[in-house]
């Protein structure tokens, strides 16, 4: 049955419309001087109106409507409800902050005919996947999201690497389509109902339930950053501009999210109760994997890109609980855990927007990513180092920030898991509650060193002490982000409360209201068990910073006291004296990379009397390209060489050949039906 098209579906599809239209527009005015305002205030001006539309459909009631376009019998079917109208709030959010930001760095482009077409075609992109209510509508935007944010990866052409970023960005994306295209075959079975619709009224069973889930980890997790799959990000979003890299990080990955979700929850009917298992583990793996990677990096956007993995490993985490609580009749525990994914998905788009607008001011302002000739920005870039900060802190998960909040309630459902009665879930679920641990630790470490070697010490090059703060755009994109990590924070319970019709729709069951808590705190599951007041936490820590400084000011002696700073033992004052990224990592780096990710350390000392500098090197290798990907290459690279011959065939080899294929498809088709 369609239902009636609410007012909000048909803004989100004006929306649509609207940004493509801004996509010609950009592609008419790139090379003149209105063609950067055009195209991002254009941008930030449809992505607001959509968004406040969406956050006002999340409690609205569904609404559907089938366009005359795509299979001639099918239709564009369109759909909105809560939780389509969950994830396009998070996309028309980052949409909007990163028009924004774009106003003020879009002025730095030397080629902003490369950008300015794709850049709202992305956005649209991104709308119309939680929009779609067919697989051909799905997997037709799902393709033109990835083609957008390939072009825009590869903009910069010229640039070392950016082709091969491109290329490894569009092998992995075009793999994830054809795993979910399976997925979607599956889905639709022998019935060929691609509807959503048709899909849930005729639910896969069996091993097709299971395949259903391994199609769409494959599919998602490719475009999410899931381990293994994850081998684009760090390539992609240093090739980008950095307001292209925060929606790809903050929000495009979180579109990949919205398809598995959709799949395994709504679409692939109700789960087994080892479903739980595999993604739970893999998002824990991404967890570790994620952050000691990045703890290895010395580029900021590699830094950043290699969280998102973390985060999004996170994420899957609080979704695989879910899936399990689910199948084993858990429904408030099932709530609690889809709620904290769900909270982790909004949070981690604005964290990493956040990060990713510092690192390009960071770009802007000095010429470079490398941590280790950046320094001293505190003092030339205030407004950036202190949105900088809160960036950090929050997804350090430090309280009273968001990033804490959501954590905090993964965690709290991984206490729940000694409920679950089957002991595969009993095992892995603590397991991954630790790999979480070390990981929330090792990202404190990553986030500490990166904003310390960034914006502290002193400067360690000459562009870095010239540097100054970026435009007001950039500032106001930033600060508007800094803003909305503080209050989702203070007021955890409000997002929490705005999520539950999505988690109602999926679960079955919500959470409790947690407006009617006393002293705005949240309470996941029952007080006798674990309260959070993040508004509490923050006038405590308030509160005893200022009385420390009062009673420092009030009692100390007010005698001036001079004498020369600690030098670690080095007398010179050359700011190279300094610890480096490399430096502050390697504790870590030995403990942990030396096994996974081989790292090794070669110092060449000179001979005494040599005038040649001591040197270090530092490698890594990323075991998904050593163990996985090499290989992969070389046995298509095999097969392919072998398939040449068919080339040089008769026309009666030819003949059998294609009899033979349509042979076997005939069998594959009867065995099918």
């Given amino acids: 049955m369609t239902l009636a098209p609410t007012f909000q579906l048909l803004v989100a599809l004006a929306a649509v419309a609207a940004l493509l239209l801004l996509a010609l527009a950009g592609a008419a005015l790139a090379r003149g001087p209105y063609g950067r305002p055009v195209v991002y205030g254009g941008a930030l001006v449809v992505t607001l109106l959509a968004a406040v539309s969406a956050l006002t459909a999340i409690p609205a009631p569904t609404g559907g409507l089938v366009l005359p376009l795509g299979i001639p019998w099918i239709g564009a079917n369109l759909r909105l409800d809560a939780l389509s109208a969950v994830f396009l709030f998070v996309v028309n959010l980052g949409g909007a902050a990163a028009s924004l930001y774009g106003l003020g760095y879009g002025r730095h482009d030397h080629a902003p005919e490369r950008v300015l077409p794709f850049f709202p075609a992305f956005l649209a992109g991104m709308s119309l996947v939680?929009?779609?209510?067919?697989?051909?509508?799905?997997?037709?935007?799902?393709?033109?999201?990835?083609?957008?944010?390939?072009?825009?990866?590869?903009?910069?052409?010229?640039?070392?690497?950016?082709?091969?970023?491109?290329?490894?960005?569009?092998?992995?994306?075009?793999?994830?389509?054809l795993a979910l295209m399976l997925a979607f075959g599956l889905l639709a079975g022998g019935g060929g109902g691609f509807t959503f619709e048709a899909m849930r009224a005729a639910p896969p069973t069996g091993w097709a339930g299971a395949v259903v889930l391994a199609l769409a980890m494959l599919g998602a997790g490719s475009k999410a950053g899931l381990v293994p799959l994850h081998v684009w990000l760090p390539l992609a979003h240093p090739a980008a501009p950095s307001h292209v890299s925060a929606l790809m990080s903050g929000v495009m990955t979180k579109v990949a999210v919205y398809g598995f979700i959709r799949i395994?929850?709504?679409?692939?009917?109700?789960?087994?109760?080892?479903?739980?298992?595999?993604?739970?583990?893999?998002?824990?793996i991404a967890g570790v994997v994620g952050v000691l990677q990045a703890l290895l990096q010395s580029d900021t956007k590699r830094v950043l890109a290699f969280s998102t993995i973390e985060n999004i490993g996170l994420i899957f985490v609080g979704l695989g609980l879910a899936l399990a609580f689910k199948a084993s009749g858990f429904g408030g525990a099932a709530a609690l855990a889809f709620t904290a994914a769900l909270f982790h998905v909004f949070n981690h788009a604005a964290m990493k927007s956040l990060l990713f607008f510092g690192a390009g001011a960071v770009l802007t302002a000095t010429g470079s990513r490398?941590?280790?000739?950046?320094?001293?920005?505190?003092?030339?870039m205030p407004v950036t180092s202190v949105a900088m900060l809160i960036g950090a802190a929050a997804i350090s998960a430090l309280p009273p920030l968001n990033g804490f909040a959501s954590e905090w309630l993964v965690f709290q459902a991984i206490l729940l898991s000694p409920e679950l009665p089957a002991w595969g879930l009993k095992l892995s679920v603590p397991a991954a509650g630790a790999l979480l641990a070390l990981a929330a630790a090792l990202a404190a470490a990553c986030f500490v060193r990166l904003y310390g070697i960034v914006f502290l010490g002193r400067a360690r090059s000459e562009q870095a002490a010239n540097a100054h703060e970026v435009d007001v755009f950039s500032r106001a994109a930033m600060l508007a982000l800094a803003g909305i990590c503080v209050a989702a924070g203070l007021f955890p319970g409000l997002v929490i409360d705005a999520l539950q019709p999505a988690v109602t729709a999926l679960v079955g069951v919500r959470m409790p209201a947690q407006s009617e808590v006393a002293w705005l705190s949240i309470v996941p599951v029952a007080e006798s068990r674990s309260s959070y007041n993040g508004l509490l936490v923050f006038l405590f820590i308030a509160s005893s910073a200022l009385l420390t400084a009062f009673i420092i000011h009030r009692l100390a002696t007010g005698a001036v006291r001079r004498a020369?700073?600690?030098?670690?033992?080095?007398?010179?004052?050359?700011?190279?004296?300094?610890?480096?990224?490399?430096s502050f990592a390697q504790p870590i780096r030995r403990v942990f990379a030396r096994t996974l990710f081989a790292a090794r350390e070669r110092v060449e000392m000179p001979p005494p009397g040599s005038l040649a500098p001591a040197r270090i090197e530092i490698t890594a290798r990323d075991p998904a390209w050593a163990f996985l990907f090499l290989p992969l290459a070389g046995l298509v690279e095999r097969i392919a060489t072998r398939a040449n011959r068919l080339q040089y065939l008769t026309i009666r080899q030819y003949l059998a050949l294609v009899f033979g294929a349509l042979v076997l498809l005939l069998l594959v088709l009867a065995l099918w039906t």
Avoid at 370 to 380: E, K, N, T
Avoid at 564 to 582: K, R
């Fill in 370 to 380: 490398v941590m280790d000739r950046l320094g001293g920005l505190i003092h030339r």
């Fill in 264 to 284: 395994v929850f709504d679409l692939a009917g109700p789960p087994d109760w080892w479903w739980g298992i595999p993604v739970i583990v893999a998002g824990a």
């Fill in 130 to 177: 939680p929009l779609a209510a067919d697989a051909y509508t799905f997997l037709l935007a799902w393709e033109f999201m990835s083609l957008a944010s390939w072009a825009l990866v590869v903009s910069h052409d010229k640039e070392a690497g950016n082709v091969q970023a491109g290329l490894v960005y569009i092998l992995m994306a075009s793999f994830g389509t």
């Fill in 564 to 582: 020369p700073p600690w030098d670690c033992g080095f007398p010179n004052a050359d700011p190279v004296t300094q610890y480096s990224a490399g």
